[in-house]
C-alpha cells in the first residue's frame, strides 16, 4: 500500500519542541517534495514547510519562520519536521504529504498525503 505515515505528535508546553517524521510506505520519497500542512479546529489548511526532491527547502508560513526546519533522508524514506520554540497557536494536526515540485504541492496537487498527528501545545 502507498502511504505516508506521520508520527511524534504529542503534547508540550509552550516553548518546547517536536520533531515531526513523515515516513513513506511502498514508494521511494526521493523523487517527490514533501510538504508539511496543519489544520486546526475551525480554521482552514495552512501550509507550513516543503522540502524538494533536491533538499530545497521552502517555509510558506510567515509565524514559524525561525523556528520550524524540515530535512530529509531519502535512504530512510523519511522526512522530518524539526518544531522549536513552540507556541499554543502551533497547536493542530499536522499532514504531510507529496507532490512532483513544491509549486504543485502549494497548490495541493497532492500524489500522496498521510492521515495527520495530532500536536498540543499548552501549559
Known amino acids: 500500500q502507498l502511504q505516508l505515515v506521520e508520527s511524534g505528535g504529542g503534547l508540550v508546553q509552550p516553548g518546547g519542541s517536536l520533531r515531526l517524521s513523515c515516513a513513506a510506505s511502498?514508494?521511494?520519497?526521493?523523487?517527490?517534495?514533501i510538504g508539511w500542512f496543519r489544520q486546526a479546529p475551525g480554521k482552514e489548511r495552512e501550509v507550513v514547510l516543503c522540502?524538494?526532491?533536491?533538499?530545497?527547502?521552502?517555509t510558506y508560513a510567515d509565524s514559524v519562520k525561525g523556528r520550524f526546519t524540515i530535512s530529509r533522508d531519502n535512504a530512510k524514506k523519511t522526512v522530518y519536521l524539526q518544531m522549536n520554540s513552540l507556541k499554543v497557536e502551533d497547536t493542530a494536526v499536522y499532514h504531510c504529504?507529496?507532490?512532483?515540485?513544491?509549486?504543485?504541492?502549494?497548490?495541493?496537487?497532492?500524489?500522496?498525503y498521510g492521515q495527520g498527528t495530532q500536536v498540543t501545545v499548552s501549559s
Open positions: 504529504s507529496a507532490s512532483q515540485t513544491c509549486a504543485q504541492w502549494e497548490r495541493f496537487e497532492y500524489d500522496f
Open positions: 511502498g514508494f521511494s520519497l526521493g523523487g517527490y517534495a
Open positions: 522540502i524538494s526532491s533536491s533538499g530545497a527547502s521552502i
